[in-house]
Structure formats: C-alpha cells, structure tokens
C-alpha cells in the first residue's frame, strides 16, 4: 500500500495539463513515467507511441493462451488546475489528510488507472502468471479533447485484438456502493445559424420594419422543445430502446435523495423535465436538448440599441440508445428549416455526433466485474448509465467492436475538474484488489 | 458662400470625437472655436460653460422686445472616424469633391449646425438686428451620451424661457424635398435576467434534470412578441395616439421605392413587421420591442456542453405617443413575472426610458418652419416622423415646455456615423437662406 502511494504521489507530482501548451514537457514526462510504471509492473514491449498531440503509452502481457484478452484504458493527462486561489494544498504537491489524497488528479485519472496498473503488477511483479492477457492503452488527451488516440486506435485497431476494455474512470454511485456504468447517452452537437440581413441596423430607425435575427432564434428554439423538456421534432424519438423493467426498477431502488441532488449537488431551484419520466431515466436514458449559447447583437455594458442581423445557437442533443445521430442531425436540420420565417436564412451546422453506448450486464465481462466488486466492497454492485459520453467508450465499440467495462472507484465528493480534486485511498487499495479479483474470474471462466 | 465653406472646414479640421478619452483637447479646441463663430456672427454673453464632461457652448442676441425667442441647438462633437481604411479622403481633411465637402461630421452636426450660425450673422454681422430672440446652445457629448446638457438645463432651464428650439440635425426624406421632423418614438430599454441555479451545469450529466437558462429566456421572448411583430403584452398600446388620416396619406404620398429601401438600405432579406400596418407607421408610430442580445452559456469557438444557469436578455420597446413608459417598465416586468416558470427566478431592470414626441404640424412654428423651406428649395415640404429619439428633443420638451422645430438639410446618403461622410454644399447655402426666412416669418407673425 505505502508503495502504490509513493508511487501514485510521484506521478501526481508531474502537471501534466495537456491543454496548456507551457506544459508540454511536463506532459511528455508524465508519459515517461507511465511507461516505467508499466515496465516495473512486469509489462512487455512497453513504448510511446508518437503522433498528432501527446505520447500514446503502450504495454502488455499476452502469455494466457486461451484465456480473454482485455484492453486496459486510462488517461496520464489532467485538467487544469485553476483557480488555485480555491486550493487548501497546492494541487501538484499530492497531499494526505485522512484517507483523501488531494492533488489534480488523484481522481481523474492517475488515482483510478494506477489501479489497473498495480493488479497487473500483483501477479507478474511476484513472478506470478495474468489469468488473462492484456493490452494497456494510456494516453494524454483525454482533458483536451485531443485526437492522437482515436487516429492510432483507427490506423491499428486490427492489431488490436481483444474481448473487453477496462476503464476505471468513473465513480460509485455512493460511498462503499460498488458500481459499473453500464451506458451512456450519445450527443449531436450543432450551431445553428440565423440570417437576416447584412448589417446589424438601429431599433429606432428599422425597428418593426424588418427581422430580428436573435428573436427568430429564440423563436426557433422555443419550438423545438416544449416547455416541459420533451423535444418536439417529428421522428426524433425513433428506434429509441427505453430502458427495461428490470433496470427501471434498480434504479429505482438506489439510494438517493432528490431534494439533496436538487440543492446540494446540482444547486438548482427547481428539478425539471418530462414529468412522465423518473429523473434517472431523464438523466441516463432519455434524449434531450440543451441550448449552450446563443451569439449577436450586442451584450456588453450599457444600452446599445441594435437589430442584429446574424444570431448563432450552440445547442446540443443527448441521445439515447437505438439514436443515430445522422438521423437527428437531419431532422433537426430540416426542423429548423422548417420552422424558419420566409425571407430569413438559416442552416444548421453539425460539430460532431455519437450514438449511446449500452452494455448488457449480463454480458459475462460485466458480470464477473461486478461479482469481483461486490466480494470486495461487500455489498452487491449496482449497475448506473451515465448521461454524458466518454469519446473512449464509443470509440472502443466502433472500431474494436468489444463492450467497456467501467468499473466505478471514485466518489461522487472528489472535486473533478474543481479545485481540491481527491481521491478515496481505500478505495484505490481495495479497487486493486477487485480487479485482481476480476482477472481470476475471467481466467476462470 | 466661401466664408461658410472656409469657416466650416477650419471647424472640421479638429478632430473633436467625444468619446474618445485622448481627443479631450481637440473637444476643448473645437468648443473655443465654436464660441468664436457665435462671436464673429454678433452673438453677446457667448461664453463656455463648465461642468461633468465636455463644455457647453452659448451664445444669445435678445433685442427684439415683442418677438418670439428660439433655442438654437446644434452639437460641435462627432463620432470617431474609424474604420479609417474605407476612407476615401482623409476624415479630419475636409475635402469638396463637386458639391459634396467630405469630412467626419461634415453632416453631423457641423455642417447642419453652421446652417444656425451664419443664418444669424448675416442679420448681426452686417449690422442688421435679427428679427427674433435667439438663444444658442452647441453641447460637445451628443455623440457620447454625455450628461452635461441635461444637467444644466435642469439646473439652469427656468433662465431659458423661450418659445421653441430650432434644430438643424436630421435629414430631407429625399433630395430636393424640404423635410421637416415632427415626430419622434420614446423607448424603454430592459435588462431581462434569468437564473435557474448557482452554477452552470454539465449537459451530459444533468440535461433531462434542470431547467436551463438561456432555453427560458428564449421562450420569454418568444413568448411577449408575436410572429408577425405585434407585442403581446396586455395593456401595452394603451393611451397610444395613432396617427391622423391625414398623417397616414402624407406617409403614403411620400417618394419611395419600398423594394430599394428593403434591398439598397436596410440590406434584409425580407421586410417584416405587422401586416396591417404600413411601413411607415410601423418605423414611425408602432411600438415596438427589440431583443439586442442574448448572453449566457458559451458562445466561443468549439462545443462547450454547458447548461447555463443564468441568462441576460438586452431588449428594448420603442413607444409611441401617448404611451407611458413608466407604464410600459411595469407592464414589461409583469409579464415577464408570469411567463417565468415556477422555480426560475426572473427580474427585470429598467436602463432607461423617454416618451415619444410629437409636435403638431399645425404649430405656428413649424408651419413657418415649413413655409421658409418650401419658398427656398421650391418644393413643398413634408413631414416625417423618426423611428428613433433624439435625447434634446424629450428635453427640451420636459424641461423647457417648447416644440423643437427640427429642419432637415441633410440628405439620405450622408454616411453618418459611417466612413466617407459627407454633406451635400448647396443645401448648406439653402439652409441659411431658409433659416433666415424662417427669422423673417417668425419675426412678422
């Protein structure tokens, strides 16, 4: 234990910000690192892998002839750490106090893929024989958004034969409550664009003589969705797959208190959406539409009085499974070109799109997971979707075709992305311990 | 007809922008030399007054006992020339290309505002009294929204007894059609802001479960404006003053190419507005309600998938006569109040607000006003009313109880506020032969 807390504190060290361009050379050392951290694990042919962006970091262990082989998934980047002024320790100095490891990064994702990395090292460290092969796949983007890992994983991905990936990047639904995400919604992400002249005018000389470009938007918009959240498009629900009974009613049975969610994690005032649906399955299952910005005119200071000529919506759709994202991206398209004054120019343009990801816990990975997790968290593991998308995820399914098996060790108080970021220790110890667990009862299989 | 043009380009030479911080000596150089071309057209107790911002120049010549006396009301202030590459000469090197004198501010308001001057100076300078009581009053902030002119005619305004201020900054509704300004809406311009929560939110993890700020504001708006422009407040035109029969056929016997209008000036794809009004009712006496801008959220480049937890809508109404604006504010913040949906919070902040003015053609000072531009450019002249406001005129109105009398020597295509402005010479010499002639009638009524 005091090992993989040297060795975790070391890493934690290193600010591997991979949005910051100042701190590429810290970012390449990180990479170093990680590849040491798989060659003292017992890991073979360990190397960097150059391209666009950051240092992939690859290793493996392929000698369980027979046995399933499984991509290990993590990320050696962070977020930034800003804003410092709200740190109670200095967020690259990796501090314990009680059970918590504060640093940036001791949760995303160092403290939860370190996991990975020490039950390989369990065995071969120990001259002990994997029950399984594997494949570790780190790399160095996943805060930035970066593309290094989906161009390799494209290029190689023939190369990259295997049964499942294990991802320890998410988190428990509560405290001691041993948890596997087991989907995740698909986005569209688009900006629409409104046109209504050439040059923004004056409200007094023009204003009822022609269009306003962000009051049609906001029209647009407002007939999008209805006010009670459902999306109004035509067709936008179809090849939907709901959730199943089952997995309604062990939602359901979580533990949770929405008054609690509403005011002390969201901090909103008030809970909204389809009323004909539970929270969760708005949150993990049902497709959404979010309006993230809307551009033009002027919003500065004081009292400009404009007619503005263009207006820009950064809006998104969440999708569910069974969603292609073409499909939504056209009828959106056509939704808004529908619903788009005569003499007023508008178009849609798509930034990107994914479909959901759904695995079936009963798939056998899944399974032996969560029998793994629920010996050592001695409680039985609960299965959650999560609303957004982890590009990975969908990435592994497209081109590997092999179902994440997302085994949850972070808490739901660890400060992602936020100042005083931490991570659980017994929970990294006892994440090690269930994923040796795991590895047993896959070569077991 | 040189001395004018020699004077005026000596006036333009100094870059008198108001607005811009580091010119506070040219604003200074160009209220002196102001104050010196009331001195050289006769004008007694001229003088700068001091006081927030830039001075104010006066001026006045009150020896006709019996006769009417006119606030004459012109600004030595203009706008900043930038951009400066779309000149075609250079902004503060006033330039005659044929008839027309080239310069920042050549139309607004110098070249309009000396129309004032030399109309007085050719009584007083050559020794002749003038037949009326004039007042004259340039301020340097009309293009900066400076307070110091109504500051000091709240202060000073009961030491200003006269019967009508004379202005000379608008414009002829068409080249050689003598135009006289009778009317001008009043406005009030609103902050809008909705909250929903503490913190903006993450799409993926919370759409489906919180309201989102920016979707409400859309639905706000969309929801106090109908789709062909009328606003949807109840009560809002009440008290609204609709034009005269014989106002609207004026409007419609006016010189106009709608087509030329909608694709030559305002440049829109499509002119829009409340079919069962004409155009000009709609620009002129409809109220109005304009969204200015939109902020919240994320609007930069690239897919931030942010719920944005508040949002600030920029809007204004434009009023018509009769209509309150105080009224209007309390109508406004009402129906935003019940358009808000439960558990979102909404407020409304007044910036501003101003009632429309209109004077009666039938005014004897308008009337000769008109007669004086109809014997000198041989055409009838017409009425017109501005979509817009103009701050002096509300007032002058309040504060000092008089009709402004606003000649129109400008011509459509003058490029105010805009690169390669300009003012068309021969109305310049008109202008000062009708405002003389206008002295004359005043002088015999």
Not at 33 to 49: C, N
Not at 157 to 168: T, Y
Not at 391 to 413: A, H, K, N, T, Y
């Amino acid at each position: 234990m005091e090992e993989v807390l040297n060795e975790l504190q070391e890493w934690l060290r290193i600010a591997s910000v991979s949005a910051d361009p100042r701190a590429v050379d810290d970012v390449r050392r990180a990479a170093e690192f990680t590849a040491g951290m798989f060659e003292r694990a017992g890991l073979e042919g360990v190397r960097l892998i150059e391209g666009d962006g950051h240092p992939l970091v690859y290793g493996e262990w392929m000698h369980a002839p027979g046995k399933p082989t499984l991509l290990c998934y993590g990320h050696y980047d962070v977020q930034p750490a800003e804003p410092l002024e709200l740190w109670r320790t200095p967020p690259f100095e990796p501090t314990v106090i009680g059970e918590n490891l504060y640093a940036r990064g001791a949760a995303d994702d160092k403290g939860l893929a370190i996991i990975l990395i020490w039950a390989v090292r369990r065995y071969l460290a120990e001259g002990r024989p994997l029950p399984v092969n594997v494949r570790f796949l780190f790399e160095g983007e996943e805060e930035s958004g970066g593309d290094h890992v989906s161009q390799f994983l494209r290029a190689a991905g023939g190369e990259f034969a295997c049964d499942a990936a294990l991802i320890c990047d998410t988190e428990m639904f509560a405290p001691e409550l041993p948890t596997i995400c087991v989907g995740l919604r698909g986005i569209v992400y688009a900006e629409l664009h409104i046109e209504t002249g050439e040059t923004d005018l004056h409200s007094g000389v023009y204003g009822g003589g022609v269009p306003n470009a962000l009051e049609v938007a906001a029209r647009v918009v407002a007939s999008l969705k209805g006010a009670t959240g459902k999306v109004l498009i035509a067709g936008f629900e179809d090849g939907l797959i709901p959730p199943t009974e089952e997995e309604r009613e062990s939602w359901a049975a979580l533990p949770f208190d929405e008054h609690e969610y509403q005011r002390g994690e969201a901090k909103v005032f008030t809970l909204h959406g389809e009323p004909e649906y539970s929270l969760f399955e708005r949150l993990w299952a049902r497709p959404t539409m979010e309006i993230h910005g809307i551009a033009g005119g002027f919003t500065g200071e004081g009292a400009k009085t404009v007619i503005p000529c263009e207006a820009v919506v950064k809006m998104s759709c969440r999708l569910g499974p069974g969603m292609d994202p073409n499909r939504v991206g056209s009828l959106l398209s056509q939704a808004v070109a529908e619903v788009t004054p005569a003499g007023v120019k508008s178009s849609l343009r798509i930034l990107h799109g994914a479909p959901a990801s759904v695995v079936d816990p009963k798939n056998p990975f899944v399974r032996e997971a969560a029998s793994a997790m629920t010996e050592v968290f001695g409680s039985k593991t609960v299965y959650t979707r999560s609303g957004g998308s982890i590009p990975i995820v969908g990435l592994i399914e497209e081109v590997l075709r092999v179902p994440s098996v997302m085994m949850g060790f972070g808490l739901p108080d660890d400060n992602l992305h936020a100042p005083n970021e931490k991570v659980y220790l017994p929970n990294v110890y006892r994440g090690i311990e269930a994923v040796a667990r795991y590895f047993e009862r896959l070569g077991g299989l």
